[in-house]
C-alpha cells in the first residue's frame, strides 16, 4: 500500500473526543510514492473554515515514511478531514474508503469525521447489562380487565388477521386486540427469562388508536390499557425484577382527535382546529385556518407542533410538565420518536428535564442514519454533544447485518462497524439500540423466510449472534424470540402467539440473554478481525477476557484460525487450532 491511514488504528484517542483534547493522527507515505510533504486538512462544519497544516516527518523505515500532527480541540462540533500530499507539482487528495481507510483522488471526495462533546453520556449500567424488550402494548397479553371506549372497535379473536384495508388506515387504527400493562405485568418473569433489564412499550398516552401515535391527553394513561395506577403497578413490579420501564415518548405531534387540537369536538376544551383564540392555538402551524395546518408527514391526523412555542414546551418539559410527571413515577427514561423531527430547542429542554428528575437516565432517539453526523431539514444535528441523546436506535447496523446474511456484503457490515466505532462516543456505542425488527418494519423471519425459505431458521440464529455481540443492548421486538412473522406496519404488530411458540428460536433467545450478562459485552472493546467474501469475524475483549464470533455467509467453507483455544458458546465443547464454519454456520467463542 502507497498509503497508511485508518482512524480506528492510526489515531489516537480512537473516535470522538471530548472538548480540550488533544488528537493524534499517523498517516503512513511509502518510500516509492515520492511524496515532498503531506498536509492535514480539516473543515469545520459549523463555519466551513478550513486549516491546512503541514505534518512533521515522525520517522522512518526502508517501506514507509511516517508523519504525524496533533490537533487541540478547543470546542465542541463536528469537523471533517483528509489528507493531502505533494508530488512535484501534483497535489494528491488522500480521501476516505468504505472501509475507512485512504486512497488517492484527484480531488477532495469523501472526508472523515472528527466529532468533540462536551461531556460523555450517563446512564445506568443495568441498562446495558441485559437486553430491551420492545412491546407493542396492545398485541402483547390481553387480561380480563380490557373495556372497550367510544370509537375504538375491540377484538375478540386474539391473534386474528389484521384487517386489510388500504384506503382508510382509520379502520385500522380503530381495531384493538385488549392487550394491557397488566397484561405486562401477568408475564414479567418470561420477560425476565429472555435476560431482559429494560422494557421498552409502544405510547400509552390517552388515544382513540391502537397504536398510541396520535395522542390525546398526555397527562392521561389510556383507560384501555388499564391508567395511571397500572403503569404504576408496572414500574413497581419490573422494578423487583430489575427492569427499568422505557416509554415511548412522541413529542413532535398530537392527534388531531385530542384535547388540544379537538378536530371532532370529542373534548370540552376549546382546541386549536376550533377558535384562534384557543390556549393551545400557538401550538401548531396553520398555512390557512382551520383545515391547513401542518402535519406529520402530510398525514392529517397528526398535526405537527411547533417546538419554539414557550407554553407547549413548558407543558411538556417544565418542572411540572409531562416529562417530569412520567419521570418521577420512577421511570428509567423516554424514547423519543421521530427525534430528527423534535426542533433543538425543544430536545434540549426535553434532555435536560429527564435528566434532572434522573441523572442516569436513559434517552434514546429514533434516527434511521448515522445519527453523529446527520442533517436534518438542512440543519446539522449534535445528538451525542453530552446534552441530548444517550443513545440512538441503530438502524445502519440492523441493515448491514440483513445485507451480509442475505447476500454476503461482509465488507458493508464492516463499514458500519467502523463507523459507529469512530463516529459515536465510546459511551453511545455502548448504548444503542441494536434491533433486527421494530413495529416500523417487517418481522426479521419474515424478511429471511422471503429470500432465503430453507435456511431462514438459521440465518435468524446468525444474525442475533451478530446483534448480541456488538456493542450496544440487543432490542428484542416482542414475539420475533416465539417465531412471529408479519409484513410492513402496521402487519408486523400481530398478537404474541401464547402457547404456540416456536421452542427452538425460543430456547436460542434465552440462551443469548444469559449471555449478555456478560460484562464483557456491555462494555468491552470492539475490533473486526476479518471481513471479506462473505465471511465476517469480530471479537469483544475486556482485559484478559475475550469472545470471537465468526459467521460465513459465502458459499464455500471457511477455516477460522485460533490462536489459543475457547469454548463454543452453543456447543458448551472446547475447540483449539481452527474452526470449520460452512456455509451459513457460525460460531460464538468464549475465553
Known amino acids: 500500500m502507497e498509503y497508511v491511514f485508518n482512524p480506528i488504528y492510526n489515531k489516537t484517542p480512537a473516535g470522538p473526543c471530548a472538548a480540550g483534547s488533544d488528537v493524534t493522527y499517523v498517516i503512513k507515505v511509502s518510500r516509492w510514492a515520492n511524496v515532498s510533504s503531506v498536509f492535514f486538512v480539516m473543515v469545520n462544519d459549523n463555519d466551513n473554515t478550513v486549516q491546512k497544516i503541514r505534518m512533521p516527518l515522525y520517522s522512518c523505515d526502508t517501506a514507509y515514511f511516517t508523519y504525524k500532527a496533533t490537533i487541540n480541540f478547543k470546542k465542541a462540533g463536528l469537523f471533517w478531514y483528509y489528507f493531502e500530499a505533494k508530488n512535484g507539482n501534483t497535489n494528491i487528495f488522500l480521501c476516505k474508503t468504505q472501509l475507512f481507510d485512504i486512497e488517492p483522488m484527484g480531488k477532495p471526495n469523501t472526508s472523515f469525521a472528527q466529532i468533540v462533546y462536551d ?33 375504538m372497535i375491540l377484538r375478540d379473536d386474539w ?56 395522542t390525546a391527553d398526555y397527562e392521561q394513561v389510556d383507560s384501555m390499557f388499564g391508567g395511571e395506577a397500572a403503569l404504576k403497578n408496572l414500574i ?8 427499568g420501564i422505557l416509554l415511548d415518548g412522541v413529542f413532535n405531534h398530537s392527534g388531531s382527535d385530542s384535547i388540544y387540537f379537538n378536530k371532532l369536538g370529542r373534548y370540552n376544551s376549546i382546541g386549536a382546529y376550533q377558535s384562534k383564540k384557543s390556549k393551545y392555538f400557538d401550538w401548531f402551524k396553520f398555512d390557512k385556518f382551520p383545515d ?37 413515577m420512577g421511570l428509567l427514561g423516554f ?33 434511521w442514519e448515522d445519527a453523529a453526523t446527520k442533517i436534518a431539514y438542512s440543519k446539522r444535528r449534535h445528538y451525542f454533544s453530552g446534552n441530548q441523546l ?85 432490542a428484542v421486538f416482542y414475539g420475533d424470540e416465539a417465531g412471529i412473522q408479519g409484513g410492513d406496519a402496521p402487519f408486523c404488530r400481530v398478537c404474541f402467539p401464547w402457547g404456540n411458540e416456536n ?51 459465502s458459499l464455500e467453507d471457511f477455516k477460522l484460525n485460533l490462536k489459543t483455544p ?24 468464549l475465553t
Request: hydrophobic share 40%; proline share 4%.
Open 119 to 151: 461531556k460523555p453520556s450517563v446512564v445506568s449500567k443495568n441498562y446495558r447489562s441485559g437486553i430491551i424488550y420492545h412491546i407493542f402494548v396492545d398485541r402483547f397479553k390481553r387480561t380480563n380487565t380490557t373495556k372497550t371506549k367510544e370509537g
Open 390 to 474: 444517550d443513545g440512538v436506535m441503530n438502524y445502519p447496523l440492523r441493515n448491514s447485518i440483513i445485507d451480509f446474511v442475505l447476500h454476503g456484503n461482509a465488507e458493508g457490515l464492516a463499514s458500519t462497524f467502523f463507523m459507529l466505532k469512530d463516529h459515536y462516543p465510546i459511551e453511545v456505542q455502548n448504548n444503542v439500540m441494536n434491533f433486527l425488527g421494530t413495529h416500523d418494519t417487517k418481522r426479521i423471519l419474515t424478511v429471511l423466510t422471503e429470500n432465503r425459505p430453507n435456511q431462514a431458521l438459521n440465518l435468524l440464529k446468525l444474525s442475533s449472534a451478530i446483534q448480541y455481540c456488538a456493542p450496544g443492548v440487543p
Open 292 to 328: 391547513n395546518y401542518s402535519s406529520w408527514w402530510g398525514i392529517t391526523t397528526l398535526p405537527q407542533f411547533d417546538a419554539g412555542e414557550a407554553t407547549l414546551q413548558q407543558f411538556i418539559a417544565g418542572p411540572n410538565g409531562v416529562i417530569a410527571k412520567y419521570m418521577k
Open 566 to 589: 475457547y469454548t463454543n458458546f452453543e456447543t458448551g465443547k472446547k475447540v483449539k487450532d481452527f474452526v470449520l464454519l460452512k456455509p451459513q454456520e457460525f460460531v460464538i467463542l
Open 236 to 243: 413497581t413490579e419490573a422494578k423487583k425484577l430489575g427492569i
Open 503 to 553: 421452542k427452538e428460536i425460543n430456547n436460542w433467545y434465552k440462551k443469548l440473554g444469559k449471555l449478555r450478562g456478560m460484562d464483557l459485552l456491555a462494555q468491552g472493546d470492539c475490533n473486526v478481525l476479518f471481513a471479506h467474501n462473505g465471511v465476517f469475524v469480530f471479537e469483544r475483549l475486556q482485559e484478559t477476557k475475550r469472545i470471537v464470533v465468526g459467521a460465513n455467509c
Open 335 to 367: 424514547r423519543l420518536d421521530v427525534v430528527d423531527e423534535v426542533a433543538d430547542v425543544m430536545l434540549d429542554k426535553i434532555c435536560a428535564r429527564v435528566k434532572q428528575v434522573k441523572p442516569d437516565a436513559a434517552i434514546l432517539g429514533e434516527v
Open 159 to 214: 391473534g386474528g388477521e389484521i384487517t386489510k384495508n388500504s384506503k382508510d388506515f382509520l379502520v385500522i387504527n380503530q381495531e384493538c386486540f385488549g392487550g394491557n400493562l397488566q397484561g405486562i405485568i401477568d408475564k414479567l418473569p418470561y420477560i425476565k427469562s429472555l435476560g431482559t433489564t429494560t422494557i421498552f412499550l409502544s405510547p400509552i398516552f390517552e388515544s382513540f388508536s391502537y397504536h398510541k401515535y396520535d
